[in-house]
């Protein structure tokens, strides 16, 4: 080959490798630059609000959510619980700041009484947009704990922890006797440990003037076989027999001493606190929660609240009303996406297993029930599976913190009057009872008329 062919191949040669050269640099470049973004660019941030005792916990699984999604970062904030009120303020907190088209929420941490309303007044995105119904069953959540997610056919919070009402008792009390299972066993046995001695109140529940009573009176109402509110119908049942019949046992709790009267200041706190004072103490009517927070946990028995009050008649389900709490994403959260993304992470079952083992919640997923580390801690859990599948619901209606005002405010009035040793008959209380029923009603007529105007 002559030396001037060589010379011109060996130029050919070099643009080409220039070329290329050229390509490959910038190829690098536009990778560096894409990495040096993703590095330097400033993460999403969500805010999350919970009430300030389950803080710790939160912030447990908010640390582990941020090591597998770095570019997200959860803001926590808290709000203190007073008398019992916590489920409330952040319902109110949280409906005042989406009327007035803020964005301060994209995650909302809801109790399942509120869904409803905040489904109805278009605060919550439905969550079938990133899901179906389909999927979460496959993938292990309670039927019925999606259910409890939904508004008029669209799922508006993610189940995280079902939580449902309780009888907890003292073993080393009742010694060989069986717990009671029927209303009329609970009384039956309080009467004949008055008889040998002992003049403290032997049942501690709820009856504060707050959501609580109503949650208490609601699985004796289901004992008698009662209703409040149809939910589809809107037919109130606080004037029927059963009603009456539910507040007429709660009320005799305190005339037979069965309860103390003290027991219309309690919320969860105040009676918690003095079942674990008052070593003879017999039962209380609590939520799971404090499982973890009893004095003598050794000596604490536990078990559905299937108070029936009629033992024969078996179509009467497990009395234990449902206070589950989830998930759902803000209207106005202008990060809907990355929000549904932290939802995932915090309803799975790894988080829920962290969330179960550290407060004593109970699960939304069905294969959790059974998981040997939680019962390892927590063995009564596997028991309660199918009383979470049937519990009781209270209304599920957009109305529905009127009708529990309502009904709380005439169920605090006969149980205050009863406290203070003050005459409440069976007229006074078939008088109040109708009164709460046509108030409830007119609420409910009034509501009806304002959507169809």
Known sequence: MKTKQIVQRLGQFSRRLNSRSIWVFVAVIQVLLLLLIYLTWSPTHLTLFVPADEASAWQSLITDFHQSHPKIRINLRTRTNLAG???????????????????????????????????????LVNLYEWTAKDTLINEGFLPSAIDAGEYKGKLYRMPLRSDIGLLYYRKNLLGNTQPPATLQQLTAFAKTWQNQGNSQGVYLWQGWRYEGLVATFVEVLESYGGFWIESESLEVGLDQPAAEQAVQFLLNTIRDKISSPEVILYSEEESLETFNQEQNTIFLRQWPYVWNQFTDPAN?????????????????????????????????????????????????QAAQKKLILEKGYLPSREALFDDPEITAKYPYLPSLKEAVKNSIVRPPIPQYAQASFILQKYLSKLITRTALAQRVDNNEITRLMQEAAD??????????ISVER
Request: aromatic residues 10%; glycine residues 6%; hydrophobic residues 35%.
């Open 85 to 123: 009120d916590i489920t409330y303020r952040l319902k109110e907190d949280f409906v005042r700041e989406c009327q007035a088209g803020n964005s301060l929420y994209d995650l909302v941490y809801t109790d399942i009484i509120w869904m409803p309303e905040f489904a109805a007044k278009g605060c």
């Open 300 to 348: 604490i028995g536990v078990q559905v609240l299937n108070l029936s009050s009629n033992p024969t008649n078996n179509s009467l389900r497990p009395s234990a009303c449902n206070g589950s709490w989830g998930l759902g994403i803000a209207k106005n959260s202008k990060h809907q996406d990355k929000a549904w993304k932290a939802i995932q992470y915090f309803t799975s």
């Open 439 to 448: 108030e409830t009603r007119q609420l409910l007529n009034l509501e009806a």
